[in-house]
Structures are given as C-alpha cells and as structure tokens.
C-alpha cells in the first residue's frame, strides 16, 4: 500500500461508523500539472467546501485541494452535532475583548447553523438531519451555569433555550445521570461525513473543481498571484484560502504555532432496534453535558448510540478507545453495559489558546480560519461565508474577526500540550467535585 502522505497514509477514510454507511462513493481526481483559477481554496473538509460553494454561487471559478479525501479530517468523523456558539462563552469574549466584540458574535453565532440547513436543503443533500440539542447538567453548580447562559444569550437577542428539571430532562433523554438541563430548538445532529460529501457534490454541481489525494507541500503567498504546490502539481491563483485546520501540518509554517491538534474520541454500538433507542432517548435529539472534559452523544438514522468524548492534548491516539469511553457510555446508559461496539475512532481537531476561532490573512492575497475549538460544525460555516464575503468585496464581518486578538500557546510546540493537559486536570477535578 502506498503512503500518500504524513498524516493521512494512503488517504483511506478512518475504519468509522460513518466511513461504513457514506451514502456517496467518489473518484479520487489528484492535481497533475498547472492550474489556473480564481481562488484556490486548501482543504476539502466544512470551511473550504462552505467557503467554495458561497464563492462558486457567486460565479468566481474555484478549485479545491485535498490531501487525502472530501472530509477526511474533522469534517467527516466528528460527533454530528449542530451545537450553536463558540467554544469561548459570549461572557468570556465579553470580559476579554470588549462589549463591541460580544454584541458582534452574539449576533451571528447562530447563522452556521441556519447556513448548514440551507446548503442541505438547497442542495437536497441526504444526511439524516434532525432538530434539537440539550445540554445535560450533572451537579446545581452545572444547571447555575445554565441559566447563567440562557440569560445571557437572551441579553444578544437569541431566546431559543428552554430550562429542563431533572423529570423534564428525562421526557427527553432517559438517562437518571443528570439532574436537568436545557434544551436549543435550534441546535441538531446529522451524519456530518454524508454531509461534507453531499457539499462537495453542491460544489462540483457549481462548476467547481476538487483535487484529492493531493496533500500541499507548500504555498508561495508573496507572490502577486500565489501558487499552492503539491508533489505533482500546482495552482495559481488570484486568492488562495487555507482550510486545512488541525492537518494543514507544516505546509504553511506561519500558522503552526497559533492552533494545537487535539484528539477527542467516538465509539458507535451494535443497531440497539427502535424499542430500546426510544427508549433511551425519547425526544431522539443530540446530547452533550456540560463539563469542561464533555460527553456528547445521539442516535444514528439506523438506531446505533453514537458516543463520544475524550481528550487528548497534541493529537494523539488513545491505545484502546473503548475502553477509555465504554466507562462513561455505561455510566449514561446502564441498560447498554455490556453492549457491542461496532465502531471505535480518533480524530483531531484544532484548539486555540483564547478558544476563539481564527480568521486572517498571511500576505495580500491569502487567507485563512481555523481554530474552532471543538465547535466546527457551525463555525467553519459561518466563517466560510464570512471568506466568500470578503474575498467578494464586502469586508466588514471579516475584519472583525481579523482584528480579535491571538496568543500562541505557553511553552511554545516542544510544551503546550503539557500545559493545556495541567489546565485540564484542574477543570477536571472541578468538574468531578462539583464546583
């Protein structure tokens, strides 16, 4: 078997759930020679494919390069939930950045999600996309947190968050774990690797051009009209975007040092059959608790409980992930102790140290975002309007964004993940006495 490249071997989706039930089968097409366009856009995953159709819709020719296949870093083996905000709290970005840059965010943290719906919907994209998300509380402390949130998102004028007490909460999920919760009418969960690849469809649909297999060695973004290179070909463009998130790697040196790679975990049982799922989870939406190391999980169109959670800091593969996540599966749900796991993985995603996502430029004409902070779904698609909007002409969100500032993680490469698994331990330990 040949290796395509570092990080991705040779290329092959990871053995997951979604891998197994993808509802499109493509044929990888690798960049070979020059190629001239409009805007190159690196990384075939939510952000570049978001970023490409808006652009595409706009009637600029756009080419995408990928260094394995369509999603096959975060975009395609994440959790599927549609959870509405940014990793940061809106108080947080309040206290560190200002009254203004709160009001900003706070006014468009929800568009992802209506973005996302739209693209499906427009595109009439087949990916098992449902309504609704809770946030489950295991301590007072945890429900305090909460209602903290709602009234603070109401203060931005969103008022889609419902309280749940603990007989509330379990109409909705049958879990005696937790003792209440909230509800987001406007969050949701979907098969998000049937949905990255049902956007690259909507894309090429447009006119636009998927390169895969075709991992980036390099980008000349000096140059008046820069050039994105691989091992056997290059494309030069009028605007470059860089999309490649947690394995953009070290094709661009500059933006190594703003974001860290960390690895969160899935697992995904047998079919458990109508009865025993519904039973489970009644209201059949997407669940994530509220600790600081979190479990999120939801059903599957075909009734599997999809597990996640997890972390570990620099993007490393736990050695067994059942056996790090069956404990907190069996935890939730006792009725599923013993329950066969059909599907166990890994996968990465991109930190920032103030867990803002990152918008900017490096030269006149290239421009990038990363940094979603476990929060992508949403966010890349936010952001991938906001890219077309300013490459388009109209600024004005992008340079927002732009201007929040960035700080690279203490201990630079060699020990920022040591610090953020310090960080993490105290906020565990929080978590565990209920703080």
């Avoid at 470059?240 to 690895?263: D, F, H, I, T, W």
């Avoid at 975990?265 to 025993?276: S, V």
Wanted: charged content about 20%.
């Amino acid at each position: 078997m040949s290796v395509t490249n570092s990080y991705a071997g040779d290329g092959s989706y990871p053995t997951s759930y979604y891998a197994a039930s993808r509802n499109v089968i493509r044929t990888p097409v690798k960049l070979q020679g020059r190629v001239e366009t409009d805007i190159c856009v690196v990384g075939a995953g939510y952000t570049g494919l978001a970023t490409a159709i808006h652009l595409a819709e706009k009637g600029y020719k756009v080419a995408v390069i990928e260094g394995a296949q369509v999603g096959w870093g975060a975009s395609g083996r994440n959790g599927g939930q549609i959870v509405n905000g940014l990793n940061a709290s809106l108080s947080t970005i309040q206290r560190r950045f200002g009254e203004d840059a709160a009001r900003f965010i706070g006014g468009l943290v929800q568009e992802g999600g209506r973005i996302l719906r739209r693209i499906v919907s427009h595109y009439r994209i087949d990916c098992d996309l449902k309504s609704g998300n809770i946030y489950a509380a295991y301590t007072d402390a945890h429900m305090k947190e909460l209602e903290a949130k709602q009234v603070l998102w109401r203060k931005y004028g969103m008022d889609d968050h419902l309280m749940l007490d603990r007989d509330a909460l379990r109409k909705l999920v049958n879990s005696e774990a937790y003792c209440g919760g909230m509800l987001d009418i406007t969050g949701g969960h979907m098969h998000p690797l049937n949905l990255v690849l049902g956007e690259a469809r909507a894309f090429e649909s447009l006119g636009g051009s998927i390169y895969e297999m075709s991992p980036v060695t390099r980008v000349d973004y000096k140059a008046a009209r820069p050039t994105v290179y691989t091992k056997a070909g290059e494309v030069s463009a009028r605007i470059v975007v860089l999309c490649g998130n947690a394995y953009l790697g070290e094709a661009v040196p500059e933006l190594v040092s703003r974001v860290m790679p960390v690895s969160t975990q899935m697992i995904t049982t047998a079919p458990l059959g109508e009865e025993l799922a519904d039973m489970l989870i009644p209201s059949d939406m997407c669940v994530e608790d509220v600790r600081y190391i979190l479990d999120y999980f939801r059903l599957s169109a075909d009734k599997r409980m999809v597990f996640g959670g997890g972390t570990v800091y620099g993007g490393s593969d736990p050695a067994d992930v059942v056996a790090k996540l069956r404990p907190n599966l069996e935890k939730v749900f006792p009725r599923l102790k013993g329950v066969k796991i059909d599907y166990a993985w890994s996968g990465n995603f991109a930190l920032s140290f103030t867990r803002v996502p990152q918008m900017g430029r490096i030269g006149a004409n290239t421009y990038f975002a990363h940094g979603y902070s476990g929060h992508g779904v949403t966010g890349s698609h936010l952001f991938g309007r906001t890219l077309a909007e300013a490459i388009d002409g109209d600024q004005s969100r992008f340079d927002m964004f732009e201007k929040l500032p960035w700080y690279p993680f203490p201990g630079g490469r060699m020990f920022r993940a040591q610090y953020s698994t310090i960080g993490s331990w105290w906020y565990s330990f929080k978590d565990a006495v209920g703080w």
